[in-house]
């Protein structure tokens, strides 16, 4: 199952954890910094409740501000460089 800390992170952040086919089936809102000179050990793990296959971290609030919830499926495009490449 996937899991993620915030280790070293300055910033909070939402987590929308997406299945194979970039639906979202679990939103985590405002994953905090945690106090610096936290031990690893005690640093909170963030997890969804189901098996996904990818996450898309975003700013603190962004989720809900722009209404991205479960059940949405996030469209990934491919960006190139500016020169064209």
Sequence with gaps: MASFWMKNMHFPLDMLWLDESFQVVHVTHNAEVPEAGTPDAELP???PPVPVRYVLEVNAGLAQELELQEGI??????????SGG
């Design 45 to 47: 793990r963030y997890r």
């Design 73 to 82: 499926v996030v469209e990934v495009v491919r960006l190139t460089e500016a």
